[in-house]
């Protein structure tokens, strides 16, 4: 009995050394097996870009006024803003598109010799973001608006950008495709293969560029403020993986 489990180790034995000797060489590196495994195919990145002319100005404008007291400062700042919102209203801007984005009272100190300090009044800022949908008319509703606030007018900037940009997007994403299989054609026809079709299509990035901010200075006399909206460039870049036929 112990001869023949003896001889059914070895027997196990050896089964399970001839295994391990295969296992080895199916898992040998070959070149050629390397190459067969991966996914063949042609990677292209390419940009599409569509001009994308500004529809919409946005203001960030408002009032800021001083006084020995907050009751009067408040009300100069009040007196003032309502001023600027009827300007821009009677101008054609909706009273929807008017938004408060920061109201602010604070006391103002000075300082003595000996370093302590006293409130020596308050000032109060009542800001806005305003949306002009009239690009054309930006200029005269901003002139409008100055002079209707006076010298507690503020205006902390304007900016140009596209209202709705997703139909923009998508011609740009169609320009961006077609230029990735131009590349590809392109690459394919050096390297004597033929082009198949796409077999992956990434999106890497998407870009509304938004125009530096502007910080207009009020109209002197006649003149109307210079303003210019420009034309921005929406860009959309792809990753494409082409098959080879």
């Known amino acids: 009995m112990s001869h023949l489990k003896r001889r059914r180790g070895a027997a196990a034995f050896l089964l399970a050394a001839l295994v391990g000797v295969g296992a080895v ?8 097996n390397a190459a067969t495994a991966t996914p063949q195919g042609i990677t292209v990145s390419a940009e599409g870009s569509v001009p994308a002319p500004p529809d919409i100005a946005n203001l960030e404008l408002g009032v800021s006024a001083r006084d020995a007291t907050v009751a009067a400062a408040r009300q100069q700042a009040a ?15 909706e009273n929807s598109d008017i938004q408060t984005t920061f109201f602010d009272v604070s006391p103002q100190y000075t300082s003595a010799p000996d370093g302590t300090q006293s409130i020596t009044g308050f000032q109060v800022a009542n800001i806005a973001r305003v949306t002009v949908r009239q690009t054309d008319q930006v200029s005269t509703i901003l002139d409008a608006a100055i002079a209707a606030g006076g010298d507690n007018v503020r205006v902390n900037g304007l900016t140009f950008s596209v209202e709705d940009p997703d139909p923009l997007l998508a011609d740009a994403r169609r320009r961006a495709i077609e230029n990735a299989h131009v590349h590809a054609d392109t ?19 998407s870009s509304v560029p938004r125009p530096t901010a502007l910080a207009p200075e009020a109209a002197v006399g006649s003149a109307s403020t210079p303003v210019s909206p420009g ?10 993986v082409y098959a080879i036929d």
């Open 231 to 240: 034309e921005q460039q929406l860009t959309v870049s792809v990753t494409v």
């Open 187 to 205: 690459l394919a026809g050096a390297a004597g293969v033929q082009l198949g079709a796409p077999i992956s299509i990434v999106e890497s990035s």
């Open 79 to 93: 007196s003032a803003m309502q001023n600027v919102q009827a300007a821009l209203q009677s101008n054609g801007v």
């Open 25 to 32: 060489a199916c898992t040998s590196s070959n070149p050629d």
